[in-house]
């Protein structure tokens, strides 16, 4: 699928706020600086659509990109980044929760993990609340040009995950620097927007 035309549409502070139009959405979640947002503007072809940053904690809110006038993706806070009072680690806990709980036009969810970390409890947590929600998701494997032998990582964390959960998701190895997997992407979506 090409990518012809992309949007910022808007930034929403909570689930209550985005967008109401009913097109299939398409969430970019993990943790803290693992290249969320990078990862939009690799899909997007653009370098500055969505806000990145060297510093963890740059996304604060939702923000929805509307792709080829049809669908939607949305870059999301990281989850996880520890430095950071209490009360705002809670609020972004709550606006990700309401988030995945409320929003109905979510067709499938792309947990993003860096490629060069063993399984982590907090993304380990998180997959495990998705399922227990009963949350379709994949996972995209950011920044695997920092890593030689980044297939080998994504396998065994794979394994990690069929062990624990018995589940089997599709999995993406990505590199939005060196714009690696990111036409995997267009086309699984481009499966999942059909039905
Ligand atoms: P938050 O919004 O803070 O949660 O972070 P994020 O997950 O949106 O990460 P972001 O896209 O802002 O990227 C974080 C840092 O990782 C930036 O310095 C990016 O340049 C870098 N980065 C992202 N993707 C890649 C990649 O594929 N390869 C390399 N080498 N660096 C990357
Ligand atoms: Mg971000």
Known sequence: MDVFKSEFIASSPNVKTCPNEFIPEYPFIGRSNVGKSSLVNSICNKKN?????????KTKLINHFKINN???????????????????????????????LNRKQ??????????RHKPLDIDLNFMS???NQG???????????KLKNGKFNAQEYMLEVKKTFNENPK????????????????????SQNIL
């Not at 049809?70 to 806990?93: C, E, F, M, Q």
């Open 171 to 190: 999995y993406f190895i990505t590199s939005s620097k060196k714009k690696e997997g990111i036409e995997e992407i267009l086309k699984h979506i481009n």
């Open 135 to 145: 949350k379709r998701f994949s996972v995209i494997f950011s920044k695997c040009d």
């Open 49 to 57: 659509l969505a806000k990145i940053s060297g510093k963890p904690g």
């Open 70 to 100: 049809s669908w939607y993706l949305t870059d999301l806070p990281g989850y996880g980044y520890a430095n950071v009072s209490k009360t705002i680690k809670k609020n972004i806990d709550k606006l990700i929760t309401e988030y995945f």
């Open 106 to 115: 979510i067709k499938l969810i792309f947990l993003i993990i860096d490629i």
């Open 129 to 131: 609340w998705l399922i």
